[in-house]
């Protein structure tokens, strides 16, 4: 615990607003790539296919769509943002994983991956300044 109150420290102490933009498209990409997910449920069953003969297949069709809305709307406003970002990142590693093994869409795994990344950016940086999680710590 000490460990988040001291990145969360230095984290504030340097946040930038373009960071909090990177943030705030971070979420506004996760949300929309969800709602397309849920108006095209059957693309997202194609793209799920390579696993799906291990299982899973319908728990991952109702988590990975309200995941990414929930998740990115979560990201745009600060809220919960390492808890959000933590859920995206399974997603996040298996589409990597289907791009790099299943059917190879190159500008879909380098999509996968620099998304992945900026995830794992805002899991030790946490929401910054300009984010609800700060705004309601300092209402305490």
């Not at 102490?13 to 373009?18: G, Q």
């Not at 095209?40 to 390579?50: C, D, G, K, R, V």
């Amino acid at each position: 615990m000490e460990n988040v109150k001291n990145l969360n420290k230095w984290a504030n102490a340097h946040t930038y607003l373009p960071v909090d933009l990177v943030r705030i498209a971070l979420g506004v990409f996760l949300f929309m790539k969800g709602v397309s997910f849920v108006t095209n449920a059957q693309y997202l069953h194609e793209l799920i296919s390579p696993i799906d003969q291990f299982g899973g297949g319908m728990f991952l069709l109702h988590y990975i769509a309200p995941a990414h809305m929930i998740g990115g709307i979560m990201i745009v406003f600060g809220l919960l943002t390492r808890w959000a970002i933590t859920a995206q990142l399974p997603i996040l590693l298996g589409a990597i994983l289907i791009n790099a093994m299943g059917n190879l869409r190159s500008e879909s795994l380098l999509l996968a991956i620099a998304v992945f990344l900026v995830c794992v950016f805002f899991l030790f940086y946490g929401s910054g300044k300009r984010s609800a999680d700060y705004y309601f710590k300092m209402q305490q």
